[in-house]
Each structure stands twice: as structure tokens, then as C-alpha cells.
């Protein structure tokens, strides 16, 4: 239902970061964002559209063409690499609330999402002057020597589970490496983004060196992937867009990196804690709502101790506090957005339809203190094929799937057996099958008696569908990278010119 204009009048009017100014979209349009604890909307967001993508995508490329940008060197880089984390941890409380008004997770996990979040920043610092090249042996007379180069603008596409974090594992390397960035959040999520921003300009990084451009994925989105000055696409989201991102990229060979989806196998042997186990489980899936890339969505369970791990699962799962996510102890909050709500009820409605056995939850949560929220029961079906539906595509909220295996072959037939391959976990209290598995799971990820781990030294991406490249650690940086090999002749005359050198 349509917000009265009256009531829409009163709500804050954040608009987009351009070339060091906030500045209206060029259509002078805006959008509602909703807190999804209320369902309903709170502040109104810029509509930017091709427009105001072209005029950021310019700032962007005249701040790395010219001024004082390119004229800092490495270390100077990381200085305001630091001052800006520096300045997200000082701010890390207020970002923290700001993301949860805006996308529901909880507070607990949202702020500590935000106190780490300047370790990225912090890292990132660290690397900038430590871009090595390599003077390279040649069998020619010359001397040759690599120099790796910041790209030019890159676009940074953003979902709406974890925007500040998922902004700054693309944030921190393009800056270090020497680019320049247009960032667009998702529209379901972009207060925060916008409130961010403001420290780029107090940490005293050049005008145009960072821009949000905010609005819908086709009208503010496209046109940033389409523009011819965008060297670079740093993505993360569904499969399905990331596909779309990745063709388009391909008209002017533009990079990309994808961070994409997942349908994760969380494995629990029989000789697992168990009490660690069903932690991990629920951990994995019912934490953040089960809105997270990684979430453990198939939970694969030795057939011994099948049914004694569910009861212990059920048991726990259903002591799950629901409710405000912003207060401390609640445990499972709202999911993000409308449309996501229907798409996870829809999931759970697929399930039962291809015959899964529903041991917990199943529907909208209808508790009191649930209020008008977006908020779903955790669910929990057992009975499932990995061949069903619900076991083979992404749901994207607290619903999960068991299903049983008997040894480690199979354990790795079913794990593997889907089309993504963003992570695994398992859980064993054996090392020679924690290190056999780890090999033989097909995941960017593999964690053993932990779930969900995640820093800014390792590195994390996607295998199969679930993307391309890789974020965090040392390799991060040289998806920001271009590698430059430099010739010296050392010779005294041009060789046969009409012959190869
Ligand atoms: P999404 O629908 O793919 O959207 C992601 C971003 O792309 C949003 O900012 C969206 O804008 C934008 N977009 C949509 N169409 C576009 C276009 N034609 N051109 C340019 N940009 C466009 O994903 P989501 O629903 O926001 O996020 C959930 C998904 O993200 C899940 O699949 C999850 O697994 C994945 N994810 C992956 C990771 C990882 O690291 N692997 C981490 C977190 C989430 P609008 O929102 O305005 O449409
Ligand atoms: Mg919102």
C-alpha cells in the first residue's frame, strides 16, 4: 500500500554521493525504504538512473585520470586506508542500528559485523605498499621488470544481507590497489551506505574517489555495468544477476569478480560433538535468518545417528527467540524485504509439496512478539532428496533441509551433487577425515567443527556457480590489479627488424 504523502513528507531524505557532494537524483525522484521489523517504510532513498550512473562513473574516472588521487603513492594510499577504518570503528555502534532499521538482522550480529569491519579497512592498509612487482630473468638482451596497475573505476554491486561488510571486502582492495569506485547498494539497504560515505570524505580521501549512486538494480545498476568507463564489476548477489553482470561485462571485456549464492552441505558424522554439531547446524542456518551466502542450508547426517541428532536439533532450534532485532538477546529476526519473505514461504510450500516431513516451524511466525514483521518460523524438513527442489536451489531464509547419508562416499556424492559451491562444513572428531573431506568437497570454503568463519586474511570465493574470484586476503588485491611487463634493451644496436626478438 502506498505510503500518503503526507506521512512520506516527514520521512529523512538521504540522497547520493557524487563527486564529494550529496546530491539529488537527476530524475528528482525517490524510493521508501522499510524497516522490515515494522513492515513499514522509514526514510526515502534518491531513484537514481542512467543519469546520475554516467555523472559518478565521470567523477569517478576524472579523480583517477587526474588531481591528487593518482599522484599519492602506496603508502599515502594506505594512510587514508587506516584513517578510514579508524574512523568505522568509531562509528561502528551508530552504522550498526542504522543497518539493522534498514535490513532487520540483529543488532548482536549487525554490530559485530561493524567492530570488525575496520579490520578490513586496517588490512587492506597494510597491503597498499606491498604490491611488488618482479624484475624477470630474460633470455633477451633486456631488462624486464613487472609493474601491477590499478584498473580505473570499478563498479561495486552490493546485496542487502551485509551491506557495509560486503562494501568493504570491495572497498578496502580497490582502494589500496589504486582505483577509484562507484558504489551501489541494494535498494532495500542503502541508509547505511550513505551515512558510511561520509567518513570516505572525513578520513580525506579526494573527491571522486569513492561515489554511491543509489536505486533500483535496472535503473541505476545497468547502466553502471553498461558504461563504457567501468573497468571493473565487483558483484555479490544472486547467481541469477551475477549470470546477467557477467554477459553484459563481456560486450567492452570488462573484469569481473562474483561473489554469488551457495546451497551448502553442513555434514555431521557420526563420530562428531555432538553438542558442537547441532550448534554448527543451527549456526549455519538459522543465524542472520538464514540470509547468508554460506548458509548450511542441506544438512547432511550420517544414517547411525540420524534421528537421535534431529531430536537434539529440533530441541534446540526451538528455543530460538524471536522478535526486535534490535534487541540483544533476541535470536532470529525479521527476513530483509517483502518479496523475500513471499519467495521463502513459497520455498516451504515447494518442500511440503514434493513430500518433505516438516519437524519444526512451516510457515509465517505468528508470535506476539513478531508483530507485522516479515518474520518466518524456523523450518526444518526431514525426509529430503537431494534431488527435490528445496534441496537444489537457494532459499535464502531459516529453512533447512536434512537429509541422510551413510559413509564418507556418499557424504561427498550428495555434498557435491548441486550446482553451486560457495562452502561445506563438517563435523568430525577425526583428522584423517577432516583433511580427506576438506580435499574433496567442491566449495571455495571448507570449515571442519566450525561454521560460518570468515576473516580478512583468507580468502573466500565461489567454486561452480557461486562465482568467480576471490575477496579477503592477499589475493583480493589482484582482482584490483593489471600486471604491466616492462622491456629495457640492454643491447647496443637494433637487431633484423623484420624478424621476431
Ligand atoms: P540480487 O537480487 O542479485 O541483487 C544484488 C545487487 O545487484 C543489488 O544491489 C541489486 O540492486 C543489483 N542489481 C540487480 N539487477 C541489476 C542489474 N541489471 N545491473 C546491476 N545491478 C543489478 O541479490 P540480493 O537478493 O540483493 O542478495 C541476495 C543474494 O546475494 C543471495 O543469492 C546470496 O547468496 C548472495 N550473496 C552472496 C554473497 C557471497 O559473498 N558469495 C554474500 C552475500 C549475499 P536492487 O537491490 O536495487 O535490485
Ligand atoms: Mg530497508
Keep these: 500500500m502506498a505510503t500518503p504523502m503526507k506521512a512520506r513528507d516527514t520521512f529523512p531524505k538521504l540522497k547520493m554521493y557524487i563527486d564529494g557532494e550529496f546530491v539529488d537524483s537527476a530524475s528528482g525522484d525517490w524510493f521508501e525504504s522499510f524497516d522490515p521489523y515494522t513492515a ?51 562509528n561502528a555502534e551508530r552504522l550498526g542500528e542504522l543497518e539493522v532499521k534498514d535490513n532487520g538482522k540483529l543488532l548482536s550480529e549487525m554490530a559485530a559485523q561493524l567492530r570488525y569491519a575496520p579490520s578490513f579497512y586496517h588490512y587492506f592498509a597494510g597491503l597498499a605498499d606491498k604490491i611488488e612487482g618482479a624484475v624477470i630473468p630474460n633470455d633477451k638482451a633486456a631488462f624486464t621488470y613487472t609493474l ?24 578496502a582492495p580497490a582502494l589500496a590497489a ?72 563481456a560486450r567492452d571485456i570488462k573484469r569481473v569478480s562474483l561473489e554469488l549464492g551457495g546451497k551448502s552441505p553442513n555434514i555431521v558424522f557420526a563420530d562428531a560433538n555432538m553438542d558442537n554439531a547441532v550448534k554448527g547446524a543451527v549456526s549455519g542456518i538459522f543465524a542472520a535468518t538464514g540470509q547468508t551466502c554460506v548458509a548450511g542450508s542441506r544438512l547432511l547426517v550420517q544414517r547411525s545417528v540420524h534421528d537421535e541428532f534431529v531430536e537434539r536439533l529440533v530441541d534446540f532450534a526451538r528455543t530460538a527467540r524471536m522478535g526486535n532485532p534490535m534487541e540483544l538477546d533476541t535470536q532470529v529476526g525479521p527476513v530483509t524485504n517483502l518479496p523475500q519473505y513471499k519467495k521463502v514461504l513459497g520455498y516451504i510450500d515447494v518442500a511440503k509439496g514434493e513430500g518433505a516431513q516438516t519437524v519444526l516451524g512451516g510457515g509465517k511466525a505468528q508470535r506476539p512478539e513478531c508483530g507485522d514483521g516479515w518474520f518466518v518460523e524456523p523450518t526444518i524438513f526431514t525426509g529430503v532428496r537431494n534431488d527435490m527442489r528445496i534441496a537444489q536451489e537457494e532459499v535464502f531464509g531459516p ?59 583468507t580468502p573466500f570465493g565461489g567454486y561452480k556457480r557461486s562465482g568467480l574470484g576471490r575477496e579477503l586476503g592477499q589475493e583480493a588485491i589482484r582482482e584490483y590489479l593489471q600486471t604491466k611487463s616492462v622491456w629495457i634493451s640492454t643491447a647496443e644496436e637494433v637487431a633484423n627488424p623484420f624478424v621476431v626478438g
Aim: aromatic share 8%; with cysteine.
Design 178 to 249: 589504486g582505483n577509484t569506485v562507484v558504489v551501489k547498494p541494494s535498494e532495500y539497504t542503502s541508509a547505511s551506505t550513505l551515512e558510511f560515505v561520509k567518513l570516505i570524505e572525513q578520513a580525506g580521501f579526494p573527491k571522486g574517489v569513492v561515489n554511491v549512486v543509489t536505486g533500483f538494480g535496472p535503473e541505476a545498476g545497468q547502466p553502471l555495468i553498461e558504461h563504457p568507463l567501468v573497468r571493473k564489476v565487483a558483484f555479490t548477489g544472486s547467481d541469477r544477476t551475477g549470470a546477467h553482470i557477467y554477459s553484459e561485462a
Design 40 to 90: 513499514k517504510p522509514w526514510c526515502l532513498i534518491a531513484r537514481g538512473n542512467a543519469e546520475d550512473a554516467d555523472r559518478a562513473v565521470k567523477a569517478a574516472d576524472r579523480a583517477f585520470t587526474s588531481g591528487p588521487w593518482p599522484a599519492l603513492n602506496a603508502s599515502q594510499r594506505g594512510a587514508l586506508l587506516r584513517r578510514l577504518g579508524d574512523l568505522v570503528a568509531e
Design 399 to 457: 529453512v533447512l533441509s536434512v537429509i541422510p547419508f551413510t559413509d564418507d562416499d556418499e557424504a561427498v556424492a550428495i555434498g557435491n551433487d548441486v550446482v553451486f559451491g560457495l562452502a561445506a562444513g563438517v563435523w568430525t572428531e577425526n583428522i584423517r577425515r577432516a583433511f580427506t573431506m576438506a580435499r574433496r568437497l567442491q566449495a571455495g570454503t571448507v570449515w571442519v567443527n566450525t561454521y560460518r568463519a570468515l576473516s580478512y586474511t
Design 148 to 171: 601491477h596497475e590499478p584498473l580505473g573505476v570499478c563498479a561495486a554491486i552490493i546485496p542487502w544481507n551485509s551491506p557495509l561488510l560486503l562494501t568493504a571486502w570491495k572497498l
